[in-house]
């Protein structure tokens, strides 16, 4: 690899590994408080009762520049080991709002309202109390809807780290191990050689699919239930999301194993046989000497924001006068599509010019 290439590929791998470092701690935040609360939630179960009384339940509205809060002001008294004790929690996700803490804050109005409706002053509550820390009580212990929407919610953010990191290591790999072929996958019988080259591999895609599932289930989610789903609709959600990526990503595998996707050499014969990918509905098999060049196309796409992205594909070019090529893969390892191409020129017989 030339100097100026492997610089731009060693700044491209360090910008995209800062990036992903930052969104990986930001989202390990949002998934520790998510972890953290649930946890509590479970562990409440286990929590001795005692007998309390509600001395305030009202509903408190703060307007926002963009929103508007309806927060659930709570006390309650109980006693334990004969001490006198106050309590406000209704939950563990209990919340505060602009520095007012509330037993419950929400933007929906009639939530706060119903909560407030269904624990009157003077009304009598089982009030869950820590063993360890009897200071530590709620009323309302182990997991409901909002718990698991938040594991669905942080879904999808977990995905694109994890993303993040598997391209990072596949960019990595290919510019300081220096895979053959650019670390395709390899299957040698005999004079034929299958080199796999799925557009999608099934972990990937897989992830990607379950990611795609759990964001749409947070609209289908959010809308008609404000955020506060059963606690089963939300897990049947969140479990088929991650069913419809454990599906895909099979159905991917038995497409690769198959050899569908496979691009076969066969030294004996001297031919090609292209892989049903990039829109060829039937395998076409071509000798060595149609080929005319291998070479790697790069395709630059900007966004609405002016962003550019660069991907590289290995394209074969026939002899027949096709000018549109013959794709064979895409990738955004630019290191990978050469070391691919040059491995390919090779087993054609091809000079490095060709």
Request: aromatic content about 10%.
């Amino acid at each position: 690899m030339k100097a100026g290439n492997l610089i731009t590929s060693v700044m491209a791998v360090v910008v995209l590994a800062a990036f992903g470092g930052f969104w990986c701690f930001v989202v390990g935040k949002i998934d520790h408080a998510i972890g953290k609360e649930s946890l509590q939630q479970w562990q409440a179960l286990q929590f001795p009762a005692a007998t309390g009384t509600v001395t305030q339940s009202d509903v408190s509205v703060y307007r926002g520049s963009k929103s508007t809060s309806y927060d659930w002001n709570l006390r309650y008294r109980y006693q334990v080991g004969g001490e006198e004790l106050i309590g406000s929690r209704y939950r563990y996700t209990s919340t505060t709002y602009k520095g007012h803490p509330a037993a419950y804050v929400s933007q929906n109005a009639a939530r706060a309202q119903q909560l407030a409706a269904e624990h009157p002053v003077g009304s009598t509550v089982q009030v869950f109390y820590n063993p360890r820390d009897p200071h530590d009580a709620l009323l309302a212990p182990g997991l409901n809807g909002q718990n698991v929407m938040s594991v669905l919610f942080v879904t999808p953010f977990n995905i694109v780290g994890l993303g993040i990191a598997m391209l990072v290591v596949s960019m990595v790999r290919t510019l300081f191990l220096s895979p053959v072929a650019g670390g395709v996958r390899l299957i040698r019988d005999g004079f034929r050689t299958r080199v796999r080259l799925p557009v999608f591999r099934p972990v990937p895609l897989g992830l990607l699919v379950t990611g795609g599932v759990a964001f749409l289930s947070i609209f289908a989610l959010a809308i008609p239930y404000q955020f506060e789903p059963p606690v089963m609709l939300a897990t049947a959600m969140l479990g088929g999301a991650f069913a419809a990526g454990v599906i895909a990503a099979l159905m991917q595998w038995r497409k690769i194993a198959a050899g569908m996707d496979d691009l076969v050499i066969d030294e004996g014969a001297a031919t090609l046989q292209l892989p049903l990918t990039y829109g060829r509905k039937e395998l076409r098999t071509v000798s060595f000497t149609d080929v005319a060049q291998v070479r790697v196309e790069t395709i630059v796409s900007t966004n609405s924001k002016g962003g550019t992205t660069y991907r590289y594909e290995p394209t074969l070019y026939l002899r027949d006068g096709e000018a549109k090529g013959e794709r064979l893969a895409s990738w955004n390892a630019k290191a990978r599509a050469d070391s691919f191409a040059a491995w390919l020129r090779e087993q054609l017989r091809m000079s490095r010019e060709e």
